[in-house]
């Protein structure tokens, strides 16, 4: 569960404006200089306000980010439930940097595009969308190199059949203490 926390927020308002300043400064004289070696001269200055206030955007953003915290770890009841909720955490947070970084993108007169763009990494790095990519990532791992199989639910559910396994809440468990030293012990050789 994701909460908000004012608390954390206002913790890293100063990292965040230092974090958003110091990309509009890079951003800035990173187009100045490209300007100037492609031989366009110098950009106005109310260009280059532009681009500050988008890196003072993206410290409003991190300030955002950092408000958000995680509650209690809650009790599962089914399968995936967890890696299910983190993918609708990271994609409503996705929404809302899109949006709100978009806006600021038209606000300071650069292309939407620039914020849409931002606002997308910033729900994909999102502590709950890291999570979604590192699950997906340890399930391809598994499934390639057959460690695990794809439909890994329809298999642990098979093995409480067999009655190997034991199903508590959204999770399982080894029925015999026995079974589970002897996989605990086998080497992968």
Not at 27 to 52: E, K
Not at 102 to 110: E, K, Q, R, V
Not at 131 to 140: D, E, K, N, P, V
Request: hydrophobic letters at 55%; glycine letters at 10%.
């Amino acid at each position: 569960m994701v909460r908000w926390s004012w608390l954390k927020a206002k913790e890293s308002i100063y990292t965040g404006f230092r974090i958003g300043l110091s990309i509009g400064v890079i951003s800035a004289l990173s187009m100045q200089i490209i300007n100037f070696m492609l031989g366009f001269g110098l950009i106005a200055i109310d260009f280059l306000i532009h681009y500050l206030f988008n890196g003072i955007g993206v410290g409003l953003v991190y300030v955002l980010m950092n408000g958000l915290s995680g509650s209690v770890i809650e009790v599962t009841t089914a399968p995936n439930q967890g890696i299910i909720k983190s993918a609708k955490n990271a994609l409503g947070f996705m929404v809302i940097c899109i949006i709100t970084l978009s806006i600021l993108a038209n606000i300071a007169g650069l292309n939407f595009m620039f914020g849409t763009i931002a606002g997308l990494l910033f729900g994909v790095l999102s502590p709950a969308g890291l999570a979604c990519m590192q699950h997906i990532t340890l399930r391809l791992v598994l499934y390639f190199n057959n460690y695990a199989p794809w439909n890994y639910t329809r298999f642990l559910d098979w093995t409480t059949q067999l009655i190997f396994l034991q199903k508590v809440g959204g999770g399982y468990i080894f029925i015999h203490r026995l079974l589970l030293e002897h996989f605990a012990q086998m080497s992968l050789d």
